[in-house]
């Protein structure tokens, strides 16, 4: 699988793009990238709930 992931908007693409390939040895990525295309922040409701576990962890 050939991937080009500097030409692409949002994190779905990469993630349909790269999920074709069986395994990394199939992976080919075309060019450098900023890091930042594969990566999103998590919604705030997500974050929220992952600060109540991590409290929640640390109280137990």
Do not use: W
């Not at 500097?6 to 990394?24: D, F, I, N």
């Amino acid at each position: 699988v050939v991937v080009d992931l500097e030409s692409t908007r949002g994190t779905e693409s990469p993630y349909v793009m790269l999920s074709r390939a069986k395994s990394l040895d199939g992976v080919f990525i075309l060019r450098p990238f900023r890091q930042k295309i594969i990566q999103c922040r998590p919604r705030e409701d997500v974050r929220n709930e992952f600060k109540r576990l991590d409290i929640l962890c640390h109280q137990t």
